[in-house]
């Protein structure tokens, strides 16, 4: 499926697939009390009125699971490398 370029209202800046990439335990995400599983893929994004970027966990239809905040792309990025080893060389720029 092609990544949207609107991902939770914010604009997708980049995205990578988590396929080849190995889910470090580092870290957990819940939605409400439902423990998520591994993320199909992460976008960085960014909303127009708001500071910082996200970094959405996202289903295969790119619908956004959880979400972090950061202040620099490069600090999502490396929230995203400690998350999941190797991702770092999936990014793709929308």
Do not use: R
Not at 34 to 47: D, E, N, S, V, W
């Amino acid at each position: 499926m092609e990544i949207p370029d609107i991902i939770g209202e914010a604009h997708v800046i980049s995205y990578a697939v988590v396929n080849l990439s190995i889910p470090t335990g580092n870290t957990q995400h819940f939605a409400g009390d439902k423990l998520l599983g591994m993320a199909y893929g992460l976008a960085i994004c960014k909303y127009e009125t708001k500071n910082g970027y996200y970094l959405f966990y996202c289903d295969d239809k790119w619908i956004e699971l959880a979400d972090t905040w950061h202040q620099t792309i490069e600090d999502a990025q490396d929230q995203a490398e400690y998350e999941y080893a190797g991702i770092t060389n999936n990014w793709v720029l929308k």
